[in-house]
């Protein structure tokens, strides 16, 4: 993959030929395009969640709903990013769920047993 000197690029921090299907608590980040405060903003040193922060939120709360074989530790948002541990807890995750990460709630469908 060619680089743009122009744009700030952060090398991968994952571990060559390390297989992220295997049971372990993985720490993610995830941040938004441009740095902008989309999931809401600071006030008085609290993060005040907007809808889409809350709407990120709920989604996290639900994911063991949708995948059986995580659990999940410590979450946070912030306005512009977010972090979070998700637990997987067997060797078979990756071959249970292969695919489904691609069909994550529908728009609209913020829990999985809601009809």
């Known amino acids: 993959m060619s680089q743009d000197p122009r ?3 952060r090398q991968s921090t994952r571990l060559k030929n390390y297989d992220y299907s295997m049971s372990g608590a993985y720490f993610i980040t995830i941040c938004t395009k441009d740095e902008g405060d989309v ?11 907007n809808n ?7 989604v996290w709360i639900n994911l063991p709903k949708q995948f059986e074989n995580i659990n999940l530790d410590e979450f946070v948002v912030m306005p ?9 807890k067997n060797e078979d995750f990756a071959k249970k769920t292969e695919g489904l990460i691609n069909q994550a709630y529908e728009r609209g469908r913020l829990d999985p047993d809601e009809k």
Not at 42 to 48: A, C, D, I, Q
Not at 52 to 58: V, W, Y
Request: aromatic residues 10%.
């Open 39 to 49: 999931f809401g903003m600071v006030v008085n040193g609290k993060t005040n969640l």
């Open 7 to 9: 744009h700030y690029f």
């Open 52 to 58: 889409t922060g809350k709407i990120l939120e709920r």
């Open 80 to 88: 512009d990013h977010i972090h979070g541990i998700i637990i997987i």
